[in-house]
């Protein structure tokens, strides 16, 4: 018996329509691949099917267990609804850390489905109700065999490597800033970071900029990275080098970028001089242990000296000319301002006496690309 609108009325149960199970909805799960090398991406996807127009509260999907591999998630899954079936499909980019064999866990999903009821009171009165039921459903699970590939190489697939540069023609202590782009089949994560080391120029670099999509069955990555060189002389950009394995042929090819000529225009290009003085010797008949009493006061002194300066810069929590070069060099390619602001802060490490820096607008560069900045600027 249950009340409805205010009467109590008998109900005998007539039928129950069951929507679980593999009458109504499915959970599977399939690779790219079986098998693969360390470092190669795969994807793995999850799909549920189920039947329109099903009476589902809700759904607590839980992903499979991903361990050793680097994953990455598409945060668009695919839908498609093709002869009264929903299929929805979530893809995730697998990228193996290590050889071995494994098994990726199955995936499971809860669902709180409405079960259809239908029943008559004594006065022959047909009511339908719906009764709540939780169903748990489990894909299968995957083996993946995952190989060394017995060489070292940068990126595993098939990429595209170039280079931009703002300008191969500069003026002394002006930026030159040069992109490096990557783009192909394959996972960018494992790029090296380049070193650059060029006598009299300062090198930054910025975060890399990295972008990955999913295909039907690879996945399309970008890389982008920003290098900055500042001189006050003619330099040499080194060649760029880049090993790439494909696993289609399993060759390696090195794609180079040749070496780059940048000018710097009003510098002078002087080499600089190495001066030697050479020390007279002579003690004028001092004796030894003089000079060692004294030396070992001297050192005594010192040490105290670098105790108390220490201590009383790490109160002051200054901001150093250095730090705000290496916080501004990011954002010179985009910010005129902050352009002018990095060459008058490199010309002044260097030792440039006539450069004077404007504290306040340097202030202001500095809160405006990073808010967390509020320590005082000498």
Same mark, same amino acid.
């Given at each position: 018996?249950?009340?409805? +609108?205010?009467?109590?009325?008998?109900?005998?149960?007539?039928?129950?329509?069951?929507?679980?199970?593999?009458?109504?909805?499915?959970?599977?799960?399939?690779?790219?691949?079986?098998? #693969?090398?360390?470092?190669?991406?795969?994807?793995?996807?999850?799909?549920?099917? =189920?039947k329109?127009? +099903?009476?589902?509260?809700?759904?607590?999907?839980q992903?499979?267990?991903?361990?050793?591999?680097?994953?990455?998630?598409?945060?668009?899954?695919?839908?498609?609804?093709?002869?009264?079936?929903?299929?929805?499909?979530?893809?995730?980019?697998?990228?193996?850390?290590?050889?071995?064999?494994?098994?990726?866990?199955?995936?499971?999903?809860?669902?709180?489905?409405?079960?259809?009821?239908?029943?008559?009171?004594?006065?022959?009165?047909?009511?339908?109700?719906?009764?709540?039921?939780?169903?748990? +459903?489990?894909?299968?699970?995957?083996?993946?065999?995952? $190989?060394?590939?017995?060489?070292?190489?940068?990126?595993?697939?098939? @990429?595209?490597?170039?280079?931009?540069?703002?300008?191969?023609?500069?003026t002394?202590?002006?930026?030159?800033?040069?992109?490096?782009?990557?783009?192909?089949?394959?996972?960018?994560?494992?790029?090296?970071?380049?070193?650059f080391?060029?006598?009299?120029?300062?090198?930054?670099?910025?975060?890399?900029i990295t972008?990955?999509? @999913?295909?039907?069955? =690879?996945?399309? %990555?970008t890389?982008?990275?920003?290098?900055?060189?500042?001189?006050d002389?003619?330099?040499?950009?080194?060649?760029?080098?880049?090993? #790439?394995?494909?696993? %289609?042929?399993?060759? #390696?090819?090195?794609?180079?970028?040749?070496?780059?000529?940048?000018?710097?225009?009003?510098?002078?290009?002087?080499?600089?001089?190495?001066?030697?003085?050479?020390?007279?010797?002579?003690?004028?008949?001092?004796? @030894?242990?003089?000079?060692?009493?004294?030396?070992v006061?001297?050192?005594?002194?010192?040490? @105290?000296?670098?105790?108390?300066?220490?201590?009383? $810069?790490?109160?002051?929590?200054?901001?150093?000319?250095?730090?705000?070069?290496?916080?501004?060099?990011?954002?010179?390619? =985009?910010?005129?301002?902050?352009?002018?602001?990095?060459?008058? +802060?490199?010309?002044?490490?260097?030792?440039?006496?006539?450069? $004077?820096?404007?504290?306040?607008?340097?202030?202001e560069?500095?809160?405006?690309?990073?808010?967390?900045?509020?320590?005082?600027?000498?």
């Open positions: 018996m249950i009340k409805i +609108l205010g009467r109590y009325l008998w109900i005998v149960a007539i039928s129950v329509s069951a929507i679980f199970g593999l009458d109504g909805i499915t959970l599977s799960m399939k690779s790219s691949k079986s098998s #693969v090398l360390v470092g190669e991406p795969f994807i793995v996807t999850v799909i549920i099917s =189920e329109n127009g +099903l009476m589902i509260d809700g759904k607590n999907y992903k499979p267990d991903f361990s050793g591999f680097s994953v990455t998630e598409d945060k668009q899954p695919v839908t498609t609804i093709t002869n009264d079936i929903k299929r929805t499909e979530l893809r995730y980019m697998l990228t193996p850390q290590n050889a071995g064999s494994f098994t990726i866990s199955p995936a499971r999903v809860e669902i709180v489905a409405q079960n259809s009821v239908q029943s008559i009171d004594f006065m022959g009165i047909t009511i339908e109700t719906s009764i709540p039921k939780i169903e748990n +459903l489990v894909s299968n699970a995957l083996n993946i065999t995952v $190989k060394d590939p017995n060489i070292q190489t940068d990126l595993i697939g098939n @990429f595209d490597i170039s280079r931009n540069l703002s300008s191969t023609s500069t002394a202590n002006k930026p030159v800033i040069m992109t490096l782009n990557i783009s192909g089949n394959g996972d960018v994560d494992s790029m090296r970071d380049l070193n080391s060029i006598d009299g120029v300062t090198v930054y670099s910025q975060k890399a972008t990955k999509s @999913f295909g039907a069955n =690879e996945i399309h %990555s890389y982008k990275k920003d290098y900055v060189f500042i001189g002389h003619n330099f040499t950009i080194p060649a760029i080098e880049i090993s #790439v394995l494909n696993t %289609s042929t399993m060759q #390696v090819t090195t794609k180079t970028i040749p070496a780059q000529n940048i000018i710097v225009n009003g510098s002078g290009n002087k080499d600089q001089e190495v001066v030697i003085s050479h020390a007279n010797n002579d003690s004028h008949g001092v004796p @030894f242990w003089l000079y060692f009493i004294f030396g006061i001297a050192t005594l002194f010192i040490l @105290f000296l670098s105790r108390f300066v220490k201590i009383k $810069k790490t109160k002051q929590k200054s901001l150093s000319m250095k730090n705000s070069l290496s916080q501004l060099m990011p954002y010179a390619k =985009e910010d005129i301002e902050v352009e002018e602001m990095v060459k008058n +802060l490199y010309a002044k490490q260097k030792g440039n006496k006539n450069i $004077k820096i404007d504290k306040k607008k340097l202030k560069l500095l809160t405006k690309y990073n808010n967390s900045i509020k320590q005082k600027i000498y």
